[in-house]
């Protein structure tokens, strides 16, 4: 089973800052990585596929690298809304298993 | 628009039975895989289980380790919604139960607001 981990778990930044979210697997996965992103009392929002593919609707302020087994999640200028946990995602080859990383809580400082 | 529903959550006793419900519209049911994903209290995201979008000759079903031989996800095209039957149920599943459109190759989108499984004697 291939486990992502993602750092830091807390990344406190203000308004207007840049974010770096981490996400590394622990085998290559190509650029088969996902994110989301969760508010509280919210079900998870799909911000990222295949590592750089902005889902629709996604402010062009996020941005997302990587391949292998290092992926990076970029939020530029950071708003009020984006303060929230990040998740990375991937999918295994067969059977298809889906494992997430533990999470990333971006918020105020 | 695209919205998922889930129903049937709620307490329920140590090794006993739940079902839960998962409805869609907005979209062509048929043509899609779904899927449960859970997230206890306070933690991450587990994926559950998934079933494939073909039905006539037997879907294909995944599930995790922690929950095969317990869960079984099913999925009904005519009434657009897809099931999991929830048996032996132990206290660690307590959590909340998202229904999620997908895999679309990699990824679920959307999911459905959850709905609350509780474990507990």
């Known amino acids: 089973e291939i486990v992502l981990t993602q750092s830091p778990a807390t990344l406190s930044l203000s308004p207007g800052e840049s974010a770096t979210l981490s996400c590394r697997a622990s085998q290559p996965i190509s650029t088969y990585l996902v994110w989301y992103q969760q508010k509280p009392g919210q079900a998870p929002r799909l911000l990222m596929y295949d590592a750089s593919t902005r889902a629709t609707g996604v402010p062009a302020r996020f941005s997302g690298s990587g391949s292998g087994t290092d992926f990076t999640l970029t939020i530029d200028s950071l708003e009020p809304e984006d303060f929230a946990v990040y998740y990375c995602?991937?999918?295994?080859?067969?059977?298809?298993?889906?494992?997430f990383g533990q999470g990333t809580k971006l918020e105020v400082k | 628009q695209v919205q998922l529903v889930e129903s049937g959550g709620g307490l329920v006793k140590p090794g006993g039975s739940l079902r839960l419900s998962c409805t869609a519209s907005?979209?062509?049911?048929?043509?899609?895989?779904m899927t449960w994903i859970r997230q206890a209290p306070g933690k991450g995201l587990e994926w559950v289980s998934s079933i494939s979008n073909i039905v006539n000759s037997g879907p294909s079903i995944y599930a995790a380790d922690s929950v095969k031989g317990r869960f079984t996800i099913s999925r009904d095209n005519s009434k657009n919604s897809v099931f999991l039957q929830m048996d032996s149920l132990r206290v660690d599943d307590t959590a909340v139960y998202y229904c999620?459109?997908?895999?679309?190759?990699?990824?679920?989108?959307?999911w459905g607001q959850g709905t609350q499984v509780t474990v507990s004697s």
């Open positions: 995602q991937q999918r295994g080859n067969w059977p298809p298993l889906f494992t």
């Open positions: 907005g979209f062509t049911f048929n043509d899609y895989y």
């Open positions: 999620a459109r997908g895999p679309i190759i990699t990824h679920f989108d959307p």
